[in-house]
Nanobody, 124 residues
Framework: QVQLVESGGGLVQAGGSLRLSCAASGRTFSNYAMGWFRQAPGKEREFVAAINWNAGRIDYADSVKGRFTISRNNFKNTVYLQMNSLKPEDTAVYYC?????????????????WGQGTQVTVSS
């Protein structure tokens, strides 16, 4: 079992930046690939970014490429999402998730553990 706790969300103006963190506990963090997802009001949850155990494989949604950066620190058991040039359409609850297969960056259904989410609101 892995417990995931997100932090770093908040209210920011368009064009601003935020850095989300997701702290993991319970099992060896490097045994998991990690992903970030988001869900806007009235919409389905969508993929944002993913990173495998050693950052050798990283993937981004087209909507965030060039603006968001996913990274991880296996010594701190934490995955990060640096979000720059934020847009109002980035407003959502952001979730981190852990995949027991550390090698891949997979689809949403492949993730085994989820955090509770952190709200990001971008004002225009």
């Amino acid at each position: 079992q892995v417990q995931l706790v997100e932090s770093g969300g908040g209210l920011v103006q368009a064009g601003g930046s935020l850095r989300l963190s997701c702290a993991a506990s319970g099992r060896t963090f490097s045994n998991y690939a990690m992903g970030w997802f988001r869900q806007a009001p009235g919409k389905e949850r969508e993929f944002v970014a993913a990173i495998n155990w050693n950052a050798g494989r990283i993937d981004y949604a087209d909507s965030v490429k060039g603006r968001f950066t996913i990274s991880r620190n296996n010594f701190k058991n934490t995955v990060y999402l640096q979000m720059n040039s934020l847009k109002p359409e980035d407003t959502a609850v952001y979730y981190c998730a852990a995949d027991r297969n550390p090698l891949r960056v997979g689809d949403e259904q492949m993730y085994d553990y989820w955090g509770q989410g952190t709200q990001v609101t971008v004002s225009s």
